[in-house]
């Protein structure tokens, strides 16, 4: 079990992601609330340039490329974390990779012919393997398992032995079950309830709750009022072990998260 849980911050430099689209893309925007996410206690900061939000419709490389890499350069010269890209596109990660991205985070779990993955082995970078059923276009249309938690790590499993295969290294890979990501409502909440499950995998775990649909769902909240339903995730989170949690508000999740870790490591 980890020692503590590391908090990842969310900078979307999208004009259309779900919970804060168009808030920083321009790239001074963005640089700022990068830096403020780090001085409220950001382990690692995630760039993301393409929405990946239900319904969303896919963008060019050279688009995604064109937001990332203004703020990705301005960021790696002056951030004292890690950074990471959640991109699907081997060409993107390619790219990001030589231009300062330590991490690559992929909704799609090095699906197909896996060429991210030998990207990311290339560069000697992290991977993140997530689940996801679907696209983002057609995720949320009628997803269905028998056993949710069960296929999820089936899947996971599969692609960490593919990745470890063509050369990542096996301490650079964390998994993520993809809460949200082609899951109804209690597909999300029995992946909460059974992450310590995930162990299995012998790698650290992610999750990423922040303002998620099917906290609104359950709390009958829009975005801008799911803050106690996230906090309530990352607590169910922390407490089976898991070693990342994505948000959006970095600051009340370093409190929740350390705080949980006392709790944890408590005898």
């Not at 900078?11 to 925007?29: C, E, K, M």
């Not at 963008?59 to 950074?83: A, I, K, N, S």
């Not at 922390?238 to 929740?256: D, I, K, S, W, Y």
Request: with cysteine; charged share 25%; proline share 6%.
């Amino acid at each position: 079990m980890t020692e503590r849980c590391r908090v990842v911050g969310i900078l979307n430099v999208t004009p259309d992601s779900f919970s804060d689209g168009g808030r920083f893309v321009d790239p001074v925007a963005a640089v700022e609330q990068a830096s403020r996410m780090v001085e409220e206690g950001a382990d690692i900061v995630e760039i993301g340039g393409e929405s990946t939000r239900p319904g969303a419709i896919p963008v060019t490389v050279e688009e995604e490329l064109g937001r990332l890499l203004p703020v990705l350069r301005r960021l790696r010269d002056t951030l004292v974390v890690p950074l990471a890209v959640d991109t699907y596109k081997p060409e993107v990660a390619r790219v990001v990779l030589e231009e300062g991205a330590e991490i690559i985070n992929d909704i799609y779990g090095v699906r197909g012919e896996g060429r991210l993955a030998e990207e990311v082995a290339r560069a000697g970078g992290g991977l993140v393997i997530m689940h996801m059923r679907g696209t983002p276009a057609d995720m949320q249309a009628d997803p269905w398992y028998e056993d949710v938690v069960e296929e999820v790590l089936a899947f996971l499993g599969d692609r960490v032995a593919f990745s470890e295969r063509v050369g990542v290294n096996p301490e650079s890979i964390i998994v993520d079950p993809g809460l949200g990501f082609g899951k109804r409502v209690q597909d999300n909440l029995a992946l909460l309830r059974r992450l310590s499950e995930f162990h299995r995998l012998g790698k650290p775990i992610m999750v990423g709750p922040s303002r998620k649909s099917f906290i609104g769902k359950v709390l009958d909240l829009p975005v801008e009022g799911r803050q106690q339903g996230t906090a309530a995730c990352l607590g169910a989170a922390v407490l089976q072990g898991t070693a990342f949690v994505r948000v959006h508000e970095v600051g009340p999740a370093v409190q929740v998260t350390r705080m949980l870790d006392a709790i944890r490591r408590a005898s």
